[in-house]
Nanobody, 114 residues
Framework: QVRLVESGGGLVQPGGSLRLSCAAS????????MRWYRQTPGKQRELVAV???????NYGDSVKDRFTISRDNAKNTVYLQMNNLKPEDTAVYYC????????WGQGTQVTVSS
């Protein structure tokens, strides 16, 4: 059974930082592209960052130069370092594993507010 478990969300002030983690099990982690998405009520899920099996990264325009995605294949974990957080970053953040099929985590809430 494939499981993706996100952690690291919470409440942070504008300008602060958070590091999200997504621990994967039940799959061959190294052959999956890993992605972070986010979603707010009433809006479509938005792609935040991607890291391929070859560790090539790509980011959504709204988070470029502030967020960094990384992966540790030995730990079956993908990370999202989020710096200089803004109120508009408030969302539920989801981890996704993709290799012709998609697996999703349950999401972790990130709230940026003073």
């Amino acid at each position: 059974q494939v499981r993706l478990v996100e952690s690291g969300g919470g409440l942070v002030q504008p300008g602060g930082s958070l590091r999200l983690s997504c621990a994967a099990s039940g799959l061959i982690f190294r052959i999956f592209d890993m992605r972070w998405y986010r979603q707010t009520p009433g809006k479509q899920r938005e792609l935040v960052a991607v890291i391929t099996t070859g560790s090539v990264t790509n980011y959504g325009d709204s988070v470029k130069d502030r967020f960094t995605i990384s992966r540790d294949n030995a730990k079956n974990t993908v990370y999202l370092q989020m710096n200089n957080l803004k109120p508009e970053d408030t969302a539920v953040y989801y981890c996704n594993a993709n290799n012709r099929v998609d697996f999703w985590g349950q999401g972790t809430q990130v709230t940026v507010s003073s």
